[in-house]
């Protein structure tokens, strides 16, 4: 199932099979999928950026903030991880991917793999991926702090 590109948010990095590593709701969930893109409540001039987990109700895409379980907050958290690994190197590509390869990992998770993948589905992908690489560098000092103290925690935690 495709995440929808026409909405307020505009997916740029996807994980497309969500699903199917969605901790213990995995083969029995309504999220279909995970996405960091350009927030929908952007103003004119103005880019956030936005994690978004995809509901899909069996008829329509559901657009409604949720509370996210916490393994769903980790699997967001390697998902940005991955995009920042990906963006790192992305100028060597002229639209800051290889359109050849758009899927930029598979994370081994519960038996299967979550895909970490640019959204070619996006009509507009070279537009707003080059908002979503200005808006990352951007908040590179904001997340950077964010994940040195992630990583200090983890190893306290003996990860």
């Given at each position: 199932?495709?995440?929808?590109?026409?909405?307020?948010?505009?997916?740029v990095?996807?994980?497309?099979?969500?699903?199917?590593?969605?901790?213990?709701?995995?083969?029995?969930?309504?999220?279909?999928?995970?996405?960091?893109?350009l927030?929908?409540?952007?103003?004119?001039?103005?880019?956030?950026?936005?994690?978004?987990v995809?509901?899909?109700?069996?008829?329509?895409?559901?657009?409604?903030?949720?509370?996210?379980p916490?393994?769903?907050v980790?699997?967001?958290s390697?998902?940005?991880?991955?995009t920042?690994?990906?963006?790192?190197?992305?100028?060597?590509?002229e639209h800051l991917?290889d359109?050849q390869?758009?899927?930029?990992?598979?994370?081994?998770?519960?038996?299967?793999a979550?895909s970490?993948a640019?959204c070619?589905?996006?009509?507009?992908?070279?537009?707003?991926?080059?908002?979503?690489?200005?808006?990352?560098?951007?908040d590179?000092?904001?997340?950077?702090?964010?994940?040195?103290?992630l990583?200090?925690?983890?190893?306290?935690l003996?990860y």
């Amino acid at each position: 199932m495709k995440i929808p590109t026409t909405l307020n948010h505009k997916p740029v990095v996807v994980s497309k099979n969500y699903e199917r590593v969605d901790g213990r709701f995995a083969r029995n969930t309504d999220a279909k999928g995970l996405s960091l893109g350009l927030a929908q409540w952007n103003d004119t001039g103005k880019v956030d950026l936005s994690a978004k987990v995809w509901r899909y109700t069996g008829e329509t895409w559901s657009e409604k903030s949720e509370e996210l379980p916490l393994h769903r907050v980790l699997d967001l958290s390697i998902l940005i991880c991955r995009t920042i690994e990906h963006f790192r190197d992305a100028y060597r590509y002229e639209h800051l991917y290889d359109p050849q390869k758009p899927e930029l990992d598979r994370v081994g998770l519960q038996g299967d793999a979550m895909s970490v993948a640019i959204c070619t589905d996006n009509e507009k992908i070279n537009e707003d991926i080059k908002l979503f690489s200005q808006a990352l560098s951007k908040d590179d000092e904001m997340i950077s702090e964010r994940l040195r103290t992630l990583s200090r925690v983890l190893k306290e935690l003996g990860y």
